[in-house]
């Protein structure tokens, strides 16, 4: 496929009916990029129904597998197309005879190019064929990793033994897990060790520990795997220690077939899975099988000491190993005839195989993105590392968005018209929207009043986002598909069409925006009398940021109605939260980072500092939790089968028996010398949770809805429909709760909701990792720019203090809190590991007597940033300052 949708590949194509259907049965993936090309103007393929020919449909005969019955209709279509064009141009008496092209037949399949050679049909395969083109030194580096036996082996192929057990047939593997014996789950790695890895599997409270590379057999990330367990006397401990893929395996070679190479590898990784392991032991087991592969285009960088040879010029196959930029998985073994050139860039490599005699996985180069560390490159890798969709909305999409454009408005009132139907007017409410600075898409405003019976009235007012996507539309598809708005720190990759998520579904000021509203009527203690769910016409009055608010709320002279609405807003929300964590609702530390960029044009950033979180941020977050709270209830009620639920050493103990019991621990581990390590407890205890998923309420046992961090016995996201597709659904379900609309009757059916809840769950752990790689990425260039002005100015490295969070035999993990990054101290020997009391003895060079570190204890770093070997970006680099300096360490 990705030689396909190469621009270097431009021949003729003809598409069999056939063909199509077998892709798109196999992969709906690649039917969908297949799709894609057929309508591309660029590209020359048509498509031939040769299904509904009489002269090329095929019958399967007795015996006959679907295989074979799908290779003799290609042949018979081949060989028809062929006579159909001589026939279609015969020679015309006093003229030359037309010369016609030759149909000729692309397979892989060797024994169908058999038989199509014996019934005289013209036939090569794909590598032939491309071997045989203007650019077949690039076009090649497209083709996928092909069996050892079809093209000549590389000398770490030939002859090997094997490293791997085989997997186990696809039925043992099924009634394995059925019985109980084998258990799925998905191959988690680990990014300190890349010898480790673990499975979660409900058979057991703790992972299964898969230890080794025989162990791990050849599972990679995210791939749905099958584990036997071993017996209980042979399970071992998570390792304590830092194992560095590129640093065990630095001198192997790629095409080294050395049996003395290959021990000295062994001999380095057996040392490594070996080392005494002095923690708790878990579950220890072995991959048996993959039940499916989630390989797909991962960005790399040549290893530049992998290659023969560095001649730029040079067109020679050359084996080289691509180092993915994530840590959680292996490099990559390619062939190709670009290497020289592909140095310094990003680049995409999509996995073909993993053979048994391998240590690596086999792959193929798919397409350059850039030089290393410049913008552009570093954006749409990190979007391709994440799996960020990112293309444009194509014209089917744009299609849905109304034929007015931008010049859409709300219709004025009038009984007769369909916009108004069964819409309450609420434009003379004092209705604002406090956002951070910049915000666009404006999805949520609020009001207060008082009451005449001494209550106050508060409202949500959110986009109606589900009044312009409609169920089952390319729009929605895609939207589906997208699952969420990704925020990168100089870029916004949207989820809906900037029409709607900037202009007209955003709830700017002074302009009338079609809403959904939630209205509860209060006490003056928060306590609620009555809620109810309408949708609405509103005329946001101001677009405040949380900073022009709180001001605006502090000020004693400012007394008109907006003001007091957001006075009124803040007391109910200081008791509504007050309430929550009364009931266990958990206070969980997420610190933000600021990146000060060069000027509003520029992307440069020069600075970096944690955020100044507000009262107005707090107020904002309780009424937007009460909406989702209430929301939730309305519909769970309604749907019951169908509903988009959220679930959500200091001589200090955590008691973690319940919420409410952890909330009010937390609240206890104070340090009154240090006030920021109470945020770091809680840091610490949120990594410990697990992350909140939607799910299909009608799929798990009632008891189980809560969100345990808000103590909240049922919850779900209404709030941020325009870049949320999670809300867009509750927003249809609220629709029909309420009975304004009729709910479309995919959502009634639970497997497809399931379904789409399954890619916006995963869509919503990729982008968050998107938005922290992207900070990572500014706060090292911001954190460059510092360093280079504190030498310039002789003010010596960049140090800060900082907490340790981790313990290993040959390294710290530590979080800055001034800049809300974690780092890790690594020491080039072990030092004296104390597993029990998570602590650390490191020697010093001038004494004798060695300095103990421990989890939560400060300490002074050195913040230096170099290239990182994996990302080829700037990494933040840290070196203990204080209580010892571990610089030459």
């Known amino acids: 496929m990705d030689l396909l949708e190469s621009t270097l590949f431009r021949p003729p194509i003809i598409l069999l009916q056939t063909v199509i259907e077998e ?6 993936p690649l039917y969908n990029r297949l799709k894609a090309l ?25 015996n006959e597998t679907p295989n074979d019955r799908n290779d003799r209709g290609i042949r018979k279509a081949a060989a028809w197309y062929s006579s159909h064009l001589q026939l279609s141009n015969p020679p015309v008496r006093g003229k030359a005879t037309p010369k016609l092209p030759t149909i000729v037949l692309l397979t892989e399949d060797a024994a169908n190019r058999q038989k199509a050679e014996k019934e005289g049909i013209a036939t090569l395969s794909v590598r032939k064929y ?86 791990m057999n050849r599972a990679t990330n995210g791939d749905i795997i099958v584990v036997e367990v071993f017996p209980e006397s042979e399970w071992k401990a998570p390792a304590d220690e830092v194992v560095d893929q590129d640093a065990t395996l630095k001198n192997d070679d790629a095409e080294s077939g050395d049996e003395d ?61 691509a180092t993915p930029v994530s840590r959680l998985l292996p490099r990559i073994r390619m062939r190709t005839r670009q290497a020289p050139s592909l140095i310094g860039q990003k680049i995409l490599v999509t996995i073909d195989r993993w053979d048994v005699t391998s240590r690596y996985p086999e792959g193929h180069f798919v397409r350059a993105l850039g030089k290393v560390e410049s913008k552009e490159a570093e954006q749409e890798s990190l979007l391709l590392e994440f799996d960020v969709p990112y293309r444009p909305f194509g014209k089917a999409i744009l299609d849905c968005l109304p034929v007015e454009g931008d010049q859409w408005v709300v219709p004025p009132k009038s009984d007769t018209n ?120 509103i005329a946001s009055k101001a677009a405040f940021t949380y900073e022009e608010a709180q001001i605006r709320k502090d000020d004693a002279n400012q007394k008109d109605d907006l003001t007091e609405s957001i006075r009124l807003l803040n007391s109910l929300a200081i008791k509504l939260k007050a309430k929550r964590m009364a009931a266990g609702a958990l206070n969980l530390a997420s610190p933000e980072v600021k990146i000060h960029l060069d000027s509003s044009e520029s992307s440069d950033p020069i600075d970096v500092e944690q955020k100044e979180l507000r009262e107005t941020n707090s107020l904002v977050e309780e009424f937007m939790l009460l909406a989702n709270i209430s929301v939730a209830h309305k519909i769970q009620e309604t749907f019951p089968q169908t509903a988009d639920i959220l679930l959500k050493r200091k001589g200090l103990t955590l008691d973690v028996s319940s919420s409410g019991a952890l909330a009010a621990s937390l609240d206890k581990c104070l340090d009154p010398s240090e006030p920021a390590f109470n945020t770091l407890v809680r840091i610490m205890a949120t ?74 769950n995963k869509r919503h752990r990729m982008a968050q990792m998107a938005s922290r790689a992207s900070v990572e990425f500014y706060v090292g260039l911001a954190l460059k720019g510092r360093e280079q002005r504190n030498v310039a100015a002789g003010a010596g490295a960049v140090t800060e203090e900082a907490f340790v969070i981790r313990t290993f035999r040959n390294g710290l993990g ?76």
């Open 38 to 62: 057929m309508n591309m103007d660029e590209k020359s393929i048509w498509v031939f129904y040769n299904e509904y020919r009489s002269e090329t449909t095929v019958v399967r005969e007795e």
């Open 687 to 760: 990594r410990c949770m697990l992350s909140a998923e939607y799910f299909c309420s009608g799929s798990v046992a009632r008891d189980t809805f809560g969100h345990y961090g808000l103590a909240s016995p049922i919850y779900t996201h209404f709030t941020s429909p325009i870049r949320r597709y999670a809300d867009v659904l509750a927003h249809r379900q609220l629709s029909a709760a309420i009975g304004h609309s009729p709910l479309h009757p995919s959502l009634h059916a639970k497997p497809h909701v399931e379904r789409i809840l399954d890619v916006v």
């Open 130 to 215: 491309v071997e045989a083109t203007k650019d077949a030194s690039q076009l090649l580096d497209l083709l996928a990793s092909v069996d050892e036996n079809e093209i000549e082996p590389t000398r770490a192929a030939g002859g090997k033994q094997f490293l791997y057990d085989e997997y186990l047939p696809s039925a043992t593997l099924i009634s394995g897990v059925k019985a109980g014996e084998l258990h799925q789950g998905h191959f988690n790695a680990n990014q300190y060790n890349y010898l480790e890895g673990s499975v979660s599997v409900p058979a057991f409270p703790k992972p299964v520990l898969l230890i080794g590379r025989e162990n």
């Open 261 to 321: 190479d290959e021990d000295l590898v062994a001999r380095k990784e057996s040392k490594a899975v070996s080392e005494k392991r002095d923690s708790e032991k878990q579950p220890t087991g072995k991959v048996v099988g993959v039940i499916k592969r989630l390989w797909r285009p991962y960005v790399c960088h040549i290893d530049s000491t992998s290659l023969t040879s560095s001649n730029a010029t040079s067109l020679s196959v050359q084996t080289v190993f």
């Open 814 to 889: 530590v979080f800055v809190s001034k800049l809300g990054i974690e780092g890790l101290v690594s020491f080039k020997n072990d030092q004296q590991f104390d597993a029990e009391n998570y602590s650390l003895s490191i020697a010093k060079p001038d004494s004798t007597i060695p300095v103990t570190v421990s989890v939560f204890d400060k300490v002074t770093v050195r913040v230096e940033v170099e290239k990182d070997k994996n990302t080829q970006r700037g990494r933040v680099k840290m070196t203990l300052v204080s209580p010892v300096d571990t610089k030459e360490m």
């Open 23 to 28: 892709v798109r049965h196999r992969s709906l």
């Open 418 to 537: 369909p916009e108004w139907k069964d819409r309450v007017d609420l434009r003379e409410l004092n209705i604002c929207s406090i956002d951070p600075p910049g915000c666009q898409d404006i999805d949520d405003a609020l009001h207060a009043r008082p009451l005449p019976n001494g209550n106050i009235e508060a409202g949500v007012h959110i986009a109606d986002v589900s009044r312009f996507v409609h169920p089952d539309t390319a729009m929605d598809n895609e939207a589906a598909a997208r699952g969420t708005t990704v925020y990168l720190v100089d870029k916004r990759i949207d989820m809906l069409p900037a029409l709607l998520g900037t202009n007209l579904c955003s709830l700017r000021p002074f302009v009338e925006r079609l809403a959904f509203s939630a209205v509860w009527e209060m006490t003056l203690d928060a306590e609620i009398v009555n809620v109810r769910f309408h949708k609405s016409v």
